[in-house]
């Protein structure tokens, strides 16, 4: 931006997605969101809005809220849900024990940013086997040569659990909905089966919805950030949990429950 720019916006806030009128109502995406919206569409359709600028179908949004449970359940263990327990055991308030919860949620290995990845991954694979010299069990082979023969798929294999039982029930609301399997999906359970055949993991979550997505055109940003708070929920029902029990009862600890490594005692003086 050069300075002719600045001067021009200073003083003053632009917005092209909405504003409120005092007095008068509110504008989202022009749409009047007190009028148009507010009993007429769902709030996950209005998420879809206010993270694309699309207004997405009644299914398509039923089928996000899905995800949105799939991704988010009660169980302090999870690293995520474990801020929000330890909010709640420490005294915070429920907003800033959510907030951080989803603040390490954005992790590269196993939150929110894989899908950013995933997304990629099978889009660049569906114009690289639409190519006449590529198969997918050819693509599948490069990939895992680029990992030193380890099936390091994004979307695919979990670091715990075999298999991914939340897919099934995604799959049982697409159908629900009248989703057709696209060529990215198709695609991404065409990489499963060879995965499976020769490696024995199967396609995961993020694999999944990433697909699904793509035949919908959906872009991987777009798709991050509607599901920018998907944990939310998770983790204020850590919260709540501990919040409601005696201070200092989740996961206590004695010095000697931590192995220390470092340099040995020393006298000072």
């Excluded at 995406?29 to 507010?38: A, F, K, Q, R």
């Excluded at 919908?216 to 919260?239: K, N, P």
């Amino acid at each position: 931006m050069n300075y002719q720019s600045w001067q021009q916006l200073r003083g003053r806030i632009k917005s092209k997605k909405g504003m409120w009128r005092i007095g008068a109502g509110v504008e989202s995406h022009g749409y009047d969101l007190i009028n148009e919206l507010v009993g007429h569409y769902s709030y996950m359709q209005v998420v879809v809005l206010n993270a694309t600028g699309r207004m997405p179908s009644k299914g398509l949004a039923d089928w996000f809220e899905a995800v949105h449970i799939c991704l988010s359940w009660p169980d302090p263990r999870i690293w995520c849900n474990r801020i929000g327990a330890l909010g709640g055991a420490s005294g915070a308030s429920v907003v800033a024990a959510t907030s951080a919860g989803i603040m390490a949620s954005d992790s590269r290995a196993y939150g929110i940013r894989p899908i950013v990845e995933g997304i990629e991954f099978i889009q660049r694979a569906r114009r690289e086997v639409s190519a006449p010299a590529l198969s997918a069990a050819e693509f599948v082979a490069r990939e895992v040569k680029k990992h030193n023969g380890k099936p390091y798929l994004m979307g695919y294999a979990r670091p715990v659990a075999k298999g991914d039982e939340r897919i099934p029930a995604l799959e049982r609301v697409a159908r629900q909905h009248h989703f057709e399997t696209g060529p990215h999906l198709r695609l991404a359970y065409e990489i499963e089966a060879l995965l499976s055949a020769q490696f024995d993991e199967s396609m995961n979550i993020n694999g999944y919805v990433s697909a699904f997505l793509s035949d919908l055109d959906f872009s991987a940003q777009e798709v991050y950030r509607i599901f920018s708070a998907v944990v939310f929920s998770g983790i204020t029902a850590c919260y709540v949990d501990t919040a409601d029990r005696e201070p200092g009862h989740f996961a206590p600890l004695q010095v000697a429950d931590i192995e220390y490594t470092g340099k040995e005692d020393r006298e000072l003086g």
